[in-house]
């Protein structure tokens, strides 16, 4: 059996930019593709935190270290620039390779760039 797990996430990314008449998609910063592994053309699955919405987009190349997150086409409908928003893709793995497996977790500043990465979101207290 195959499971989908979490490969990698961008918290609480900052919208730079919103543009409807762009061909769709979401530009990220190059150098936060390098960091967290997210790869050009990859599904990836955008959850704003400042106003609920939840879609799936793919990813393109923007320019490194611009800090740019670009919500384009008909996604920009769903954030605005200043919006907090969660990056996240998915990979899938046999139960075998799961259990050894650990995400990239990256977590941004109000600028786009990195404060910390970790490799597991600690257990939540009740």
């Not at 543009?19 to 998609?25: D, F, H, M, T, V």
């Amino acid at each position: 059996m195959r499971i989908t797990l979490l490969k990698t996430k961008l918290h609480r990314a900052t919208v730079t930019h919103s543009e409807l008449e762009y061909e769709g998609s979401c530009a990220i910063d190059g150098s936060l593709l390098e960091a967290s592994g997210i790869l050009e053309y990859e599904q990836i699955h955008i959850y704003n935190v400042d106003n609920g919405e939840r879609f799936i987009t793919y990813a393109i190349r923007a320019e490194d270290h611009s800090g740019v997150i670009s919500v384009n086409g008909a996604a920009a409908h769903k954030a605005d620039p200043g919006d907090r928003i969660i990056i996240c893709a998915y990979g899938e793995l046999d139960q075998a390779e799961a259990k050894a497996f650990k995400p990239r977790l990256i977590y941004l500043n109000d600028e786009n760039r990195i404060k910390r990465t970790a490799h597991m979101i600690p257990v939540q207290a009740a």
